[in-house]
C-alpha cells in the first residue's frame, strides 16, 4: 500500500498557512494596518470555509453521524480530521485480514505497441485511502487558488508600498507559493489520472520535478506582473481583473450552450436541480480562479458526464500561452511607462526581461514535461514535436513572401508564348516544301 505522503503535504501546508497567516495579521493589529489584517484574514479565512464546505457536502462528511467530526469541521479543523483518519487507516491495514475486497482492471502503457490488462484487487482499507487521497487534493487546489494565490499577491503588494520584506512576511508568501504550486501540481496529477482512468498511470519523480518548475516559474511571474501593474494603475486593476476572472467563468458555460445539451442531472443523486446549479457554479468559480494565475490542466467540460474534457487539446493551451504572454507583456509595458518614484532604484528593462524570460522558462518546462517526461506519453496521437514542427512550418510559410509574378515577367511570358505559336506554322511549312521537292 502506498504511503500517503500528499495527505501529509496537504495537512502541513493547511496548518502553516493558517498559522502564519493569523500571526502575520496581528501584527498587522499592532501596527495599527487595520485593512492588511482585515484582507489578510479575509484570504485566510475564505478557502477554510470552502475546504470545510467541500468536505462536508461533496464528500459526505456530514453524512456520516459522527457529531465531533462535524464540531471539528465548524472549528475549520476538517483537514487534520483527514490526516488523522487516513494515517489510523494505513498503519491499521495489513494487521486484520479483510473479508471483502474488489477486482479492478487497469491497461499497463503500451510495450512494443501491445497493452495489457492487468487485475489488481483492492481492498476496503486502500479504497478509503484512494477516497480520502482526492478529497484533500480536492481540498489543496481550493486553499491554493482562492485563498493562497490572493493571498501572495496581496502580500506582495504590501511590500512594494511599504518598500520592505519582514521576516514573518516572507516565510508567509514563501508557504503561500509552495501551496499554490503544490495545489497546480495536483491539478495536473488529477487531470491525467482523469483523462486516463482505464490506465495503471506511475508519475516519475523526475515528472514531479518539471511540473514543479514549470508550475513555480509561470505562477511566480505572473503574481509579479499583476502587482507591478497594480502598484502605478491601481483604477484600472480592478477591470483587468475582473475581465480575466469573468472570461474564465462564462466560458465553459458558453460552450455547454452551444452544445444545446441538457441541463446535467447526474452529478450527484442527492442533490437537487438547484444545488447541481450551486455545484456547477463554484466548479466554474474555482476554474476561473486557477486560470487566473496558471493554465488549468482540468478543462471543465458541462455536458459531460465526469464535467471534464478527456482530449488533449494542443490548440487551447497554444493560444492560452500565447495570449498570457501578450497579456504580461503589455501590463509590463503600461508599468514601465508609468512606474513611480518607489521603483527610482529598479532597472525596469532589466526587470522586465527577466519576468519575460522567466516566463518563458515556465513554458520550456512544460514542454519538456509533455515531450519526456508525461506518463502517458506513449498513447498520444500527436507529440509536442510534431506540434512545434507544424508551427515552425507555417511560420516559414508565413514569413516566406511568395514571388508574384509582375508586369515585366507576364510580358516577358507573352512574348515566348508568341514566338512559339510563330515557331510552330513555319515548320510545318518547310516540311510540307520538303516533301513537295
Not at 27 to 40: K, P, V
Request: charged content about 15%; aromatic content about 14%.
Amino acid at each position: 500500500m502506498k504511503f500517503p505522503g500528499s495527505v501529509l503535504v496537504s495537512a502541513a501546508l493547511f496548518v502553516a498557512e493558517t498559522v502564519t497567516a493569523l500571526f502575520l495579521s496581528s501584527t498587522y493589529s499592532s501596527a495599527g494596518d487595520r485593512i492588511w489584517q482585515e484582507l489578510t484574514l479575509f484570504y485566510c479565512l475564505l478557502p477554510c470555509v470552502l475546504v470545510q464546505m467541500s468536505l462536508l457536502f461533496i464528500h459526505r462528511d456530514f453524512d456520516r453521524d459522527r457529531p465531533l467530526v462535524l464540531l471539528l469541521h465548524l472549528l475549520q479543523l476538517g483537514p487534520l480530521v483527514r490526516c488523522v483518519e487516513v494515517f489510523y487507516i494505513y498503519f491499521k491495514a495489513g494487521k486484520v485480514e479483510e473479508p471483502y475486497v474488489s477486482i479492478t482492471k487497469k491497461k499497463q502503457m503500451p510495450k512494443e505497441g501491445c497493452s495489457v490488462e492487468v487485475e489488481k484487487e483492492v481492498g476496503q482499507a486502500e479504497g478509503k485511502l484512494f477516497t480520502h487521497r482526492a478529497a484533500l487534493s480536492r481540498a489543496s487546489v481550493i486553499q491554493a487558488f482562492l485563498g493562497s494565490a490572493p493571498q501572495l499577491t496581496l502580500q506582495l503588494y504590501i511590500s512594494v508600498l511599504e518598500q520592505e520584506i519582514t521576516v514573518p512576511r516572507c516565510i508567509f508568501m514563501t508557504i503561500c507559493l509552495l501551496s499554490i504550486v503544490y495545489g497546480a501540481m495536483r491539478c495536473n496529477i488529477l487531470a491525467i489520472k482523469i483523462k486516463y482512468d482505464d490506465y495503471d498511470i506511475r508519475v516519475k519523480p523526475v515528472a514531479y520535478l518539471c511540473i514543479f518548475l514549470w508550475r513555480s516559474f509561470e505562477i511566480a511571474t505572473r503574481v509579479i506582473v499583476l502587482v507591478l501593474f497594480s502598484s502605478v494603475l491601481k483604477i484600472w486593476t480592478l477591470p483587468v481583473v475582473l475581465l480575466n476572472f469573468l472570461f474564465f467563468f462564462f466560458y465553459p458555460w458558453i460552450l455547454f450552450w452551444q452544445s444545446k445539451s441538457p441541463f446535467p442531472e447526474n452529478i450527484e443523486k442527492a442533490l437537487s436541480r438547484v444545488g447541481t446549479a450551486i455545484v456547477l457554479c463554484f466548479l466554474t468559480f474555482l476554474y476561473a480562479g486557477i486560470n487566473m494565475f496558471c493554465w488549468s490542466a482540468v478543462q471543465l467540460k458541462i455536458n459531460d458526464p465526469d464535467l471534464i474534457n478527456k482530449s488533449q487539446n494542443w490548440y487551447r493551451m497554444a493560444v492560452y500561452y500565447i495570449l498570457r504572454l501578450i497579456e504580461n507583456a503589455c501590463l509590463l509595458l503600461l508599468w514601465y511607462i508609468f512606474k513611480t518614484d518607489i521603483y527610482v532604484y529598479v532597472c525596469a528593462p532589466l526587470l522586465v526581461l527577466q519576468l519575460l524570460i522567466g516566463y518563458c522558462i515556465g513554458v520550456l518546462f512544460m514542454l519538456i514535461f509533455y515531450q519526456f517526461f508525461h506518463p502517458c506519453k506513449k498513447i498520444f496521437t500527436s507529440s509536442v514535436s510534431d506540434g512545434l514542427l507544424s508551427c515552425f512550418k507555417f511560420l516559414c510559410y508565413l514569413c516566406i513572401p511568395s514571388q508574384s509574378p509582375t508586369k515585366m515577367d507576364k510580358c516577358s511570358a507573352k512574348l515566348s508564348e508568341s514566338s512559339e505559336n510563330t515557331e510552330i506554322p513555319t515548320s510545318k511549312a518547310t516540311d510540307s516544301h520538303d516533301g513537295n521537292v
